[in-house]
């Protein structure tokens, strides 16, 4: 089993220290960790990492590999890594190549397959939407959630949930998005704070 930690906009010294601990870390546990500068020219990661580079909102720079041979075991170790990271202000993302999603920064056991974070300012406008296409790890509930208001401000949040019905979840995410670039909202990346406080109901 395997999950990869995409990771943008950090210092080489900085993510080697963590490296350097991390492995001492997941070697105690039985957990294997590997990191590598990624290579890939940004539109071969476009094509195979889209919701990747979606949820960062910049090209990754670093990719980090955690493997081990159950999931239960894998999981929240990985997770508990990529928290961390956030703390940090780090620009990460943590991903589950088997299910094509990434893990969501509040909930180990949800995916999201989709994310865009949108902003929009004009004049005393300044707004920010938060978009969601999430799925429970077992895939048997999807959700499409939305957290808006004003920037630094409290949010709201709507969620609409479908149950096994991925096509229908689909379609309301893009219909949510789709309005949102046609009212003139551009795309951004959110500070950890305004991502670790999305609540989900399944």
């Not at 406008?125 to 790890?137: F, G």
Request: charged share 25%; hydrophobic share 35%.
């Amino acid at each position: 089993m395997r999950l990869e930690l995409y990771i943008a906009g950090v210092s080489q010294a900085n993510l080697l220290d963590w490296t350097l601990q991390l492995s001492k870390d997941a070697q105690a546990v039985g957990i294997e960790v590997a990191h590598f500068p990624i290579q890939e020219t940004p539109e071969v990661l476009r094509r195979k990492l889209p919701v990747v580079l979606d949820e960062l909102c910049s090209i990754p720079e670093h990719r980090v590999e955690f493997c081990a041979a159950e999931i239960e075991r894998l999981g929240p170790f990985a997770y508990t890594n990529y928290l961390s990271r956030m703390d940090r202000d780090w620009n990460v993302s943590l991903y589950f190549p088997l299910k094509g999603a990434i893990f969501l920064p509040f909930d180990e056991t949800t995916l999201s397959r989709r994310v865009a974070h949108l902003y929009y300012q004009e004049g005393p406008s300044d707004k920010v939407y938060h978009l969601y296409l999430a799925e429970s790890s077992t895939g048997t509930c999807y959700a499409v959630i939305s957290r808006y208001g004003r920037r630094d401000g409290s949010l709201q949040q709507t969620q609409k949930t479908f149950d096994s019905r991925l096509a229908a979840a689909e379609k309301e995410w893009n219909r949510l998005h789709g309005d949102k670039l046609q009212k003139g909202y551009q795309l951004g990346h959110p500070t950890p704070p305004q991502q670790l406080t999305l609540a989900l109901s399944f």
